[in-house]
């Protein structure tokens, strides 16, 4: 052990960023040494992914350098990827370094979760990086210059969107503002485009609203979507996918936004994971290591009834202020906080200029509620870098 | 026969629109029916497909729709494909429809030649069509995409482009400029990045001024491109060449430029033809049928030795002109004109502002080349479509 405590941080998404932002803070001078350890050398607005993948803003807008975010003064900054994590011996293995800890955070995000329906991992993509969006919106504009080549394949116009949650009604809401203009662009008449969402449950955005989910589903209807709700997929393939009710869709696209589970590393390390995910206690700690925090994605956190509550950049945020403080705590020897989540509201997007959501009692939707995620989304970027931030990114 | 006599012209390329923009103006009321049949409703400047198909320009620089060249109260447009020429018959077959006449032009332009190199036709992208050049412009940007998601795959980074010709400089010579754009949108370590041009002849440009020649290699190679002259391409297969020297390079892109030949449809009809094209008489008809003249790419004009021109668009007019008069002569009686091939010069683009070329006796290159090329652009837009096309096209 280094003489001043050693907090590592794996991972600069919400919960990473909003931590190591915290400690810098929060931390006098020599208190604790602070290390941020990330795969690539930004973080990015997750919540904003659904519209670079879908071309309606450049990958640009989600990425915030994390030089702009931390004072490498106070914080060191490690680009790698990491490989394992050993907590029985304090140290986490990356691919080509390694780091001991007093005190580890895990907020290394989440995998894709495809329920082990066959050919979806290795044939459908996924919106959860910068580098997977900007392939995804390539790949789209790839298959209107294909379909130009072989004008008998009208299946390359075709796009299946997995899931009707949050990032699949977001992302729908951006295609269907897209298309027509990849239409125009390439020659195509859009009225052989398809969009298909295709949903296990019976209602799209499950435990929202339905008021809410009604005008969100009737709006993307009426610019085209074609929604097939309680639809298992069966089985993805190379050309397409085969629904439960046996309906074959030969596409060009299938994106999945059908589910997420924690993260590979957690469940080799030894933590005891659901899907990948850690049970943490009150003060967000694993049961089996009290120096290490887990949170996000990769944390599953449970409410009053003892259910676990829906990983969203909102309880990544707050989970991140509890931890920060607690790790502050441990080392001055001061009581620690216990984590409560709470609800501030949620609005989903549905495309430029229009939105649903709910914020404390209040049912918004329209341009009310496309205002207020721009608001939800300024004031994130106003928490992690100020007012230069929000300036740079265009708000 | 009709009361009046019927030209159809199959091609809207640089000899089937400056033959009917002639024919439009020097023809007199009722003293022709003139249809003009194109497989879209736009005509391309050729000459300048390499820059979208880079993507330093969007494609639509190079489309002028047809309606804004014709007159529709003048000439008939058809916008179909053709499928069988009958010259025996006085009919075209058009995949929907078909057209008689008395007196065919055809300007149905090229088609390339892989000279039966093993899988060119099958793996290699070319450069001729606004279909074909977006097609391009979307895989090499695909590329980036894929190769961020594999980043072990470097072959995606690999573009070969095989042949040293016109076309072929002029791709590399936008393709150097719009790489490096392409690395900083995808966070790609320029240096991975391959173009690697691949020539049979022993030079680049053949028959151009070696001190030109040298400039435009020179330059390239400055910016990156590497030569590999007097090296045939032995195989092309899925994922890059072999050339005939037994080197592999594993590529993602392999774009083929190292010929054209002319219509197959020309070959399908019964006339003699050499490479799918038709040696024209002094007055640019076939030897079989005197009612048939043939333009462009399709066509063979032998000079004072007896050797055929190289089809440039620069050609491709000057037989229009006398086409379209010869045309009239006829109908009036009057005597027809014999084509001779006045050279004006020819300048090739290296990328935005640089270009080699031979402008009368003069050698020019840098900047004031560029400046000739774009002049030359000018004089073609004015002379298709006067002074508005001109600003439309923003010179």
Redesign the interface.
Known sequence: MSRIPRIVILGAGYGGVVTAIRLQKHLNYNEADVTLVNKHDYHYITTHLHMPAAGTVSPETARIDISKLIDEFKIDFVKSTVAQIRPQDKKVIMEDSTLSYDYLVVGLGGEPETFGIPGLKEHSLNIRS???V??I???I??Q???Y??EPHRTDYLTFVVGGAGFTGIEFLGELVNRLPKLCKE??VDPTLVKIINVEAAPTALPGFDPELVEYATDLLTSKGVIFKLATPIKECREDGVILANGEVIKAGTVIWTGGIRGNRLLEDAGFETTRGRVIVDSHLRTKEYENVYVLGDCSIVLNEQGKPYPTTAQISIQQAEICSHNLIATIRNTPLKTFSFTNKGMVASLGRGDAIGVVGKHKVKGFTAAMMKRAIDVRYLYMIGGIPLVIKKGF
């Open positions: 910068l580098n997977s900007r392939y919106r390539e790949h504009e790839f209107f210059a294909k130009k080549q390439f020659d």
